[in-house]
């Protein structure tokens, strides 16, 4: 970001209104504070931040509206990052993007679009977030105005929280080519809840995206590095950490009854 090249780029960017994506994974140094020097300097440009801007998510967010023309772009994994950007920056600046090869354009629309709803987003903000900004941008007009971001939403159950750690924990060994299989376990049993919990639905198709991880599990194909199975990890995920979003149809085999059969299966399997 401090070479003299990038600024010539985003200079050029300036003049034709064009647009600048950046990689923002971790570990690249002053990439927020140049990006927001860029945006100074460069109002024309249009500077999008790739991966939830996971490098400097931390403060830039509060920093998003004195730099409209600065966006995050929604090509990671973790929901807990997504719905980050959903809730504190605002929908204007928000990119859905799909990281692909690593994430697949349906599970990552899936996860981003239950992030949205979770954060509170309207249809009109969640269409300029799909699609409809980025239109804009790319043909140099001026960016629609989709109000201020969110805020926060409201506490998580305990007990999803549970899941949602160790199918965290399950994909940090799996991304480190460790076995993941105890973490699946304890997420099987942190899932077993039965039907007297309010969110037992949830609850009941999360294990049933376990059991067709389990299904479908096998080594990745060529050319990729994480199995195609791992997607039903990252969609459990996302799932516990978006209660209030609407299940599939059908999901779980629409018996949230199954949940102590399934848990029981976590027990030995662990």
């Known amino acids: 970001m401090d070479e003299p090249a990038v600024r010539d780029l985003v200079a050029l960017a300036h003049e034709r209104r064009a647009i600048v994506l950046m990689h923002a994974g971790r570990g690249i140094a002053a990439l927020g504070t140049n990006t927001i020097r860029y945006s100074n ?35 990671w994994w973790h929901p807990a990052d997504i719905l980050t950007v959903f809730c ?5 600046q928000v990119l859905w993007a ?44 001026d960016p ?47 899932a077993g809840v039965g039907e007297a919990h309010p969110r037992a639905d949830v609850f009941a198709t999360i294990l049933w995206l376990l059991d067709l991880l389990e299904e479908h599990i096998a080594p990745p194909p060529p050319g990729r590095r994480f199995p195609v199975a791992g997607h039903f990890v990252v969609a459990a995920l996302v799932l516990a950490r978006t209660p209030s979003a609407a299940l599939p149809p059908g999901a779980g085999g629409g018996a949230a009854s199954a949940s102590h059969a399934h848990a029981e299966r976590g027990t030995t399997a662990s």
């Open 41 to 75: 300097e460069f109002p024309d440009a249009r500077l999008i931040l790739a991966h939830c801007a996971i490098s400097d998510l931390a403060w830039l967010a509060r920093e998003l509206p004195a730099h409209p023309n600065v966006y995050i772009d929604t090509a």
């Open 88 to 92: 504190l920056a605002p929908p204007g």
């Open 98 to 141: 799909s990281d692909s090869p690593y994430g697949a354009p349906l599970p990552s629309a899936i996860s981003s679009l239950r992030c949205a709803h979770e954060a509170g987003l309207t249809n009109e903000q969640i269409a300029g977030v799909f699609g409809g900004q980025l239109e804009r941008l790319i043909g140099g007009q």
């Open 144 to 190: 629609l105005d989709l109000g201020p971001a969110p805020g926060p939403t409201a506490a998580l159950d305990p007990l999803l929280e549970r899941v949602v750690a160790h199918l965290t924990t399950a994909m940090g060994r799996a991304l480190a080519a460790a076995d993941a299989s105890e973490s699946i376990g304890l997420a099987r049993l942190s």
